[in-house]
């Protein structure tokens, strides 16, 4: 749980909603970001919570099942049952870029592939 990605990932979101609060939003940050860093945030947490093991490598196909779940749920779903909430289609292609930077860069960085 000390891996450097997720902390970033946790400062960032901290930062994006602390802004919220206060009323002054970043743009383009404000929209996509805290989508991007979803799916990377819940496969750390599966890997260590749930697996319990660091050295999982999540296959690319179960990271975009993660993303196209995700967008199908809060995207399509959910807003459909709330008057507070809109999907948007670009938070889907932040979910899914968000799982590409994932498989791609957070786990060959955990790892130390990604310096080689």
């Known amino acids: 749980m ?9 400062i960032l979101w901290w930062f994006i909603h602390i802004c919220r609060w206060v009323n002054k939003p970043i743009p383009y940050l404000n929209n996509w970001l805290t989508d991007f860093l979803f799916i990377p945030v819940v496969a750390h947490l599966t890997k260590h ?5 660091e050295d999982y490598r999540f296959p690319l196909s ?18 459909s049952f709330s008057h507070k909430t809109v999907g948007d289609p670009l938070d889907g292609i932040a979910y ?16 130390g592939r990604i310096f080689r």
């Open 96 to 111: 899914l870029l968000g799982s590409l930077f994932y498989y791609y860069v957070h786990q060959d960085f955990r790892l």
């Open 62 to 79: 179960y990271l975009l099942v993660m993303a196209l779940y995700t967008a199908l749920i809060f995207e399509w779903v959910y807003p």
């Open 49 to 53: 919570i749930a697996l319990r093991r």
């Open 2 to 10: 000390r891996d450097p990605l997720f902390i970033i990932y946790n």
